[in-house]
């Protein structure tokens, strides 16, 4: 499998601009479908956005299409989440998770980044 590791989460204001990211090692990174999950507290985690294996193809849900960008680079192995106009309903745990061409499943997941947004 996969090794996933998240960076770049913090605490800031609503309205501001955050870049998270992912690097993944271990396989070809590239045979990997990516996505972002968030799980706020005491709530279920909930799918973000995926891109496919070679970024051709982005999926969001709902809430944050227009605000939030998902892309990958290959080269580097790592797969980001741009988030814009963050609000409070923002905060939560943000995981990264890959799915093999193989797999119809996310099966390998990181262990997460927190993002805190203030009102």
């Known amino acids: 499998q996969v090794q996933l590791v998240e960076s770049g989460g913090g605490l800031v204001q609503a309205g501001a601009s955050l870049r998270i990211s992912c690097v993944a090692s271990?396989?070809?990174?590239?045979?990997?479908?990516m996505a972002w999950f968030r799980q706020a507290p005491e709530k279920e985690r909930e799918f973000v956005a995926s891109?496919?294996?070679?970024?051709?193809?982005?999926t969001y849900t709902d809430s944050v299409k227009g605000r939030f960008t998902i892309s990958r680079d290959n080269a580097v192995n790592t797969l980001y989440l741009q988030m814009n106009s963050l609000k409070p309903d923002d905060t939560a745990v943000y995981l990264c998770?890959?799915?093999?061409?193989?797999?119809?499943?996310?099966?390998?997941w990181g262990q997460g980044t927190q993002v805190t947004v203030s009102s």
């Open positions: 271990g396989r070809t990174f590239s045979t990997y479908s």
């Open positions: 998770a890959a799915r093999s061409q193989y797999d119809t499943a996310f099966g390998s």
């Open positions: 891109i496919s294996r070679f970024g051709l193809s982005t």
